[in-house]
Nanobody, 121 residues
């Protein structure tokens, strides 16, 4: 199983970024993909997830209405469109994969190395 994130960078508050999570090594349609973020000194937060088989999504309250998750099953890729970014969105963002959405945060769930998002004021 391999997950590779991309799309992070430095952006001003109010700006947008689109993160990508490219997956390989498993049957993409049978898995859920989740986006997590980790900022220094803060607890890890599950930002969003999507069930690639039926498209059901979840968003943390902190990003609801600003972030949109989507999947392109033909490309085995999940995207996280982030709009109206805030300074507090600054973190390392990484994706995980699991057969069940409730397993996305488990230590055994495969994860990528992450992509840094930095939002300046």
């Amino acid at each position: 199983v391999q997950l590779v994130e991309s799309g992070g960078g430095l952006v001003q508050a109010g700006g947008s970024l689109r993160l990508s999570c490219a997956a390989s090594g498993f049957t993409f349609d049978d898995y859920a993909i989740g986006w997590f973020r980790q900022a220094p000194g803060k607890e890890r937060e599950e930002v969003s997830h999507i069930s690639t088989s039926d498209g059901i999504t979840y968003y943390a309250d902190s990003v609801k209405g600003r972030f949109t998750i989507s999947s392109d099953n033909a490309k085995n890729t999940v995207y996280l469109q982030m709009n109206s970014l805030k300074v507090e969105d600054t973190a390392l963002y990484y994706c995980t994969a699991a057969p069940d959405v409730f397993e996305l945060g488990h230590s055994f769930a495969p994860r990528g190395r992450g992509t840094q998002v930095t939002v300046s004021s």
